[in-house]
């Protein structure tokens, strides 16, 4: 089994939503791979109640995914999460990759980067769809 490693800042909403759909394609699509999701830079000041952002969570379930990872709360990344993932995403190049350089320079270039802001969906513009997008993309590479 290969792991996958999603990062975002603060592992609440956008490698939340990745880890979980990624993992409900792999298990539907047979892959041998399984999603983990960590935050860079956790921040405890209210902004982000719960476990995980309901607007994910509804989004989820509109698709059918529900988890039981929903109910687990954001964790800080940690060296050895890095050590363990045969592949590593960070869900927007511009916000992640100041933290890994100052954080965890080493791990820099073993780093994907996707370009996924941050924010609530909005007509114009929608996370969790470019998330989607992606995670399809990337477990169709994966079948081949």
């Not at 800042?9 to 979980?20: I, K, V």
């Not at 539907?28 to 999603?35: E, G, L, S």
């Not at 921040?43 to 995914?65: C, F, K, Q, T, Y």
């Not at 995403?89 to 933290?99: F, G, N, Q, S």
Request: aromatic share 10%; hydrophobic share 45%.
């Amino acid at each position: 089994m290969h792991t996958l490693l999603f990062l975002c800042t603060g592992n609440y909403y956008r490698s939340r939503f990745a880890e979980l759909l990624f993992n409900a394609l792999a298990t539907a699509h047979a892959v041998p791979w399984q999603a983990f999701s960590r935050g860079l830079a956790l921040v405890h000041d209210g902004r982000n109640p719960g476990p995980m952002s309901p607007i994910a969570i509804e989004a989820l379930n509109a698709i059918g995914i529900t988890s039981v990872a929903m109910e687990r709360f954001p964790l800080q990344v940690a060296e050895q999460d890095f050590q363990r993932a045969d592949r590593i995403i960070a869900l927007h190049e511009d916000e992640h990759k100041p933290y890994l350089q100052a954080h965890y320079p080493a791990w820099l270039q073993q780093v994907d980067y996707w370009h996924v802001r941050d924010g609530v969906p909005t007509p114009a513009y929608n996370p969790l769809h470019e998330i989607s997008g992606a995670v399809r993309a990337l477990m169709a590479h994966l079948r081949t």
